[in-house]
């Protein structure tokens, strides 16, 4: 599995619930990450992972690109709590450590309803 394939896998398991099984199976013994809203533990970070999946049962997470370039991965995808939400545009950064993930940076734009730019967000 390259890495590219085990960040998205992460990021799918943890949208359909299961991010005990993703941390268990892609994330490294040190884990830390750099989201603001949480401690910058592995810890904290599965727990809301976990709870964000229980409040929003019917999210639907939409891997958009992905690109690999060393021990750096970065996926852009599209997050909505249902069919009818506009949703997040999101970016997931990752550094590893071998074939585990180490570090994660996360970066969210709302997407927009009233579209100006032609091309979209996606």
Known sequence: ???????QDFLILCAKGQ????????V?????????????DAESLKIAME???ERNPAK????????EENDLVAVHSH??????????AVVHIFRFEG??????W???QAVSTERINENGMF
């Open 1 to 7: 599995m390259t890495k590219t394939q085990i960040a």
């Open 19 to 26: 991010s005990r099984e993703a941390f268990r199976l892609y």
């Open 28 to 40: 490294a013994k040190d884990f830390k990450h750099h989201n603001p809203y949480f401690k910058g």
């Open 51 to 53: 709870k964000e999946a």
């Open 60 to 67: 639907i997470f939409e891997v958009q690109r992905a690109m």
């Open 79 to 88: 997050i909505r709590e249902n069919q009818d939400d506009a949703g997040v």
């Open 99 to 104: 074939e585990k993930m180490a570090e994660m």
């Open 106 to 108: 996360d970066i969210g």
